[in-house]
Nanobody, 115 residues
């Protein structure tokens, strides 16, 4: 079992940057996959980026070239560096940790991109 807690959201102007963090309650060395999802009002939750413990990385087309996902196994933390933010990036961002048995979700952190 693992608990994950997101932080780092907030209000930012278009073109700005934010870095989200996802702190896990235990070592993430053996967690197969960690990912960021987002959900905008009235829309379904969508994958933003994922990273496996083998360092395989995948981005959604909408964030490719602007967002960077990384994991620090020593700190048990997942990051999402978000650059060149757009109003359409506004959403609640969720961290997910996938183990051999199931996926675990955080409570989410709000990101609002607005002038």
């Amino acid at each position: 079992q693992v608990q994950v807690v997101e932080s780092g959201g907030g209000l930012v102007q278009p073109g700005g940057s934010l870095r989200l963090s996802c702190a896990a309650s235990r070592s993430i060395l053996n967690i197969f996959q960690m990912a960021w999802y987002r959900q905008a009002p009235g829309q379904e939750r969508e994958l933003v980026a994922l990273i496996t413990n083998a360092k395989y990385i995948k981005y959604s087309d909408s964030v490719k070239g602007r967002f960077i996902i990384s994991r620090d196994n020593a700190k048990n933390t997942l990051y999402l560096q978000m650059n060149s933010l757009k109003p359409e990036d506004t959403a609640v961002y969720y961290c997910q940790a996938t183990t051999a048995s199931r996926g675990y979700w955080g409570q989410g952190t709000q990101v609002t991109v607005s002038s």
